[in-house]
């Protein structure tokens, strides 16, 4: 093959019929305010966690939905469970509980 | 929708294309990639068509390239668009015809500014006489090669020889259209059928008898983005867009692809080559490629040019699986011959991607 000089990267689209949703199921099942989210961020502006990390609830959320389980459980590592998010939250989802709902179902074998 | 409505909005993106006597400027990628296209366009408007054409021998580049790039100042750029059109109202033309999608857009972003920023014009015009001694009006009409191919489509088909129809089968043939970004997406209403549906190609293709394929990517752009592929280190962000178009496009089995914009054309034709070599993938039938014709390339084989007339042979995909289907004439063994049957040499084979 001729040397190029670059190469090609592969296409990565997200289909959301196709992406896992059992974490995000497992959650929504156990703490139904996980859907009122409307992604506003004051969960990650005022994360103290994320002073020294990438944490930002919202991104968790969005994650969760799109399958990325992996990038997820990095975040949600950084959690202190300290519960400022659910102080600015204005939407009244219950973080905490979500957080640890999130531990527990990475935990557990899902379909 | 009410009809009525969709009638409504259709006719915003109706455009003013006028009927003679055009000025045309040629395109710096598509002269040199593909040399027999805008010959090809000016004998189809002159031969076929009976149309006053000048081309101008004195104009140069639009600068567009740099501009795209960063290259070049604005007040640059504008001041050799000006020059552009000094030399048209020296020969006495309103209509206005660049060969490039990149430079009618840039051309119409140049216009748009003016008669936003008179100031601005003026300041140019100053330019222009300092630098040339030259003085300009502005085009009274300006729309891009294809919107007149597209204008005139039914009487290239009155006229034509052969159609986009598969002789052996009797079927239309599956064409992929693929337009230029700077043809709508910048300045939609200066479009035939604006940026979401535009229809200067399948306008084209549907008089001529061939059936367009409406894909996933359809509207992705060809990967060129300038700085894109300029910077080498960048360049494999072009061919992962060219990649996704054709893995979009591959089920529906093209027999042939479309383009209005000279760097569509490049990158979806020796795109084909890069992706085979790094990818091992081929996406025509048999290890060959699809293959790209131009419009005016299109036109000019629907009219009975002979294929090595307008330059297929300088095309990376192999053409003659499309003439074959289309019945075309032609003679194999006159395709690397030029003007008097001086032998043009051979070009290297590819590893991967059959070529005839």
Known sequence: ?111 | MKNVGKQLIWQQYQKEIAEDHFFYVRSCIRQNFFPGAEATFLRILKDVLHKDVYDDPAHTTCTGIGYHTDIIPLETTMTVVARQFALMTEKGYKNFIPSCVTSFGLYLEILESWHNHPEVLNQIRKYLKEATGRTFELPENIVHASDIIYKFRREIASKAKYRLVNQQTGQPLRVVEHIGCHYAKMFPHKSVGGAEFPRVLSGIIEEWGGEVIDYPERRHCCGFGFRQYFIKANRGYTFSSVKKKFDSMHPYSPDLIVTNCPGCNVFLDKGQYVISEQEGIVYGANGYGIPVLTFEELAGLIVGFDPWDIGLQVHQVSVEPLLDKMGVWYEPEKKYRGKNNIPLGQPLQPTVLKTF
């Open chain 1, 1 to 111: 093959m001729p040397d190029f000089g670059f190469s090609i990267q592969s296409s990565q689209p997200i289909d959301l019929d196709k992406t896992y949703r059992a974490v995000y199921n497992f959650v929504k099942e156990k703490e139904p305010s996980i859907q009122r989210c409307i992604y506003c961020g004051a969960c990650g502006a005022t994360c103290t966690a994320a002073n020294f990390s990438q944490m930002s609830l919202r991104k968790v959320n969005l994650l969760l939905l799109r399958g990325q389980i992996a990038e997820v459980r990095q975040l949600v590592e950084h959690c202190l469970l300290c519960g400022k998010c659910m102080l600015v939250c204005p939407r009244n989802v219950n973080t905490r509980k979500m957080i640890l709902l999130i531990h527990q179902a990475l935990k557990m074998p899902l379909s």
